[in-house]
């Protein structure tokens, strides 16, 4: 008997995605080379599974400041904040972000995973009941079970389901925190924040929106969904990540309430991990303020997004409900999943193979998500790729013939 019997199953099926070399874990990239390209097996391959929303990991300002930290403060904090100190860096990010978002405070996370951990955890008290969509990020389940309040589950952005559980609780004492997304990362769709903000507002609850996928996205400003659906001043606690649209590394919450700050005492995963380096923070610095400064990137990504949601639609594959940077195929098993994903490695197009437990409703996926560097050219590549592979599969009926076939240079892959 060995401690990972229990893992049996995850074992025998990496073992046959191995065996027929379709074990997404072990793709290698030799480089990634921009924000939109990389090479694997010494192939150049076109990255459209990054959530590298903006493209902004290889921007010349981000790096230049990076680089400038690392050699100015070190590598590291090699500690907590409450044991190590803060430095200025983290103090003058978090007023920036606060100055974003328009809220009075913001704390600084080592990963946005640890955001929602730490946000959750720490409010959601004994007495207190936890309202989380469904469809909810691992971390918002994982800091459910860190904190010891009451957990209820609401159907998928369904406002109406959410306002009769929250009804059910009747007299009992303790706060109502409502946890929602601003898009959902696996099949690319929005909350009902009107709907949503209009329960909390009713319930007298909180409201914490994980605006992860949707900061720099949406909203005029590029303040995510809470944004363009114009709730901003309902919703209590904004999370997010640096990892995605900044292109780095690190989590964040905002908030107006006085009192937000006594979590930098309270929230465990704040307090008991090594703050971020100093260069990350730099270049999260450098981001945001690139955010602020061109308002065309969110503009760029969003369309980038729609580009790529109607070709496919047009091409005939079944998708998550609405367009945005996250593009989801709907495939009709797993089996069928990996063989895509494995065709669209070799055609030269990576993205991401979603299977269940992580994904929802138990649908096997190919996620997809453009950038703002995504060029007209390298979307339409895409579309032709996963739509040949389609075809191959017989997903989806052949289309009529494309006017660009006298020109197969444009649906080409760049030259290696
Ligand atoms: N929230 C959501 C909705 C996410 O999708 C993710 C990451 N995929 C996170 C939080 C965690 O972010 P990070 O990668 O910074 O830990």
Redesign the pocket.
Known sequence: MSIFDKFADIRNTLAELSANGQNPLEVRFDEINSPVEGMVGGKRVLLFGT?NYLGLTFDADCIEAGVHMLRESGTGTTGSRIANGTYTGHASLESQLANFYGKRTAMVFS??????LGLISALAGREDHLFIDAD?????YDACRLSSAEVIRFRHNDADDLARRIARLKDKPGCRIIVT?GI??MLGDTAPLREIAAVKRESGSYLIV?E??SMGVLGARGRGQCEAAGVEADVDFV?G????SLGA???FAVSDLEGFDLLRVAARPYMFTASLPPSIVATVSAALHRIQKDPSLGARVRANGLRLYRGLQKAGFLLGPQPNPVVAVKMPDRECAVTFWKYLLAEGVYLNLALPPATPGSLALLRSSVNAQHTDEQIDCAIAAITRVGVRLGLIKPAAPDPRVNHPEKLALPAE
Do not use: L, P, R
Not at 111 to 116: I, K, L, P
Not at 136 to 140: G, K, Q, R, T
Not at 241 to 244: G, L, M, P, R, V
């Open positions: 959530s990963t946005g995973y640890q955001a929602n909810s990020h691992a971390s918002i997304e959902y990362s994980d992860a996928h999370v990540t640096f990892s995605k590394m690190g989590g």
